[in-house]
């Protein structure tokens, strides 16, 4: 049996890449959920509806923003996630840099822990693409 294919999308302020996303997530048949301000601390299988997950009994997230836009990808895999990548920027929507795919672990985690950790992955790749272009200056 296939699994539902689902996509966490937040912090997508302009309304014709939000309504872009939408469609294309849509045709390919990829659900599709908002994840709405202030979930800091809800665990990432509550926003994807998942059986088993409840809601965060604090919405404290002493004073937690996070001003990129993320999206989430549930089930989507391999070659299939080469095909919704492609899709959407075939489509003509903009890069979104923050991308994550649900795994085991992750699905466990908070919204905010999610959000900080792509950060640091990112933080990190920067640093080592500086790294290696400096190198190639030497």
């Known amino acids: 049996m296939k699994r539902e294919e689902q996509a966490l999308l937040y912090g997508i302020h302009d309304t014709e890449k939000f309504a872009l996303l939408m469609k294309t997530l849509r045709r390919l048949g990829v659900r599709v959920r908002e994840v709405p301000n202030g979930a800091w601390n809800e665990k990432v299988g509550f926003l994807l509806g998942m059986k ?16 990129h836009e993320v ?24 890069r979104i840099r923050f991308k994550s795919v649900v ?36």
Not at 71 to 94: I, P, S, T, W, Y
Not at 106 to 132: K, P, Y
């Open 52 to 67: 088993g997950f409840q809601a965060a009994k604090s919405s404290d997230s002493e004073g937690f923003t996070f001003p």
């Open 71 to 94: 999206m989430v990808l549930q089930n989507v895999r391999n070659k299939r996630l080469e095909a919704v990548l492609k899709a959407l920027d075939d489509a003509g929507v903009e």
């Open 103 to 138: 795994t085991p672990f992750n699905i466990l985690w908070t919204f905010r822990r999610l959000c900080e950790t792509m950060q640091r992955e990112h933080g990190a790749l920067a640093v080592s693409n500086e790294d290696l272009q400096r190198e190639g200056d030497i």
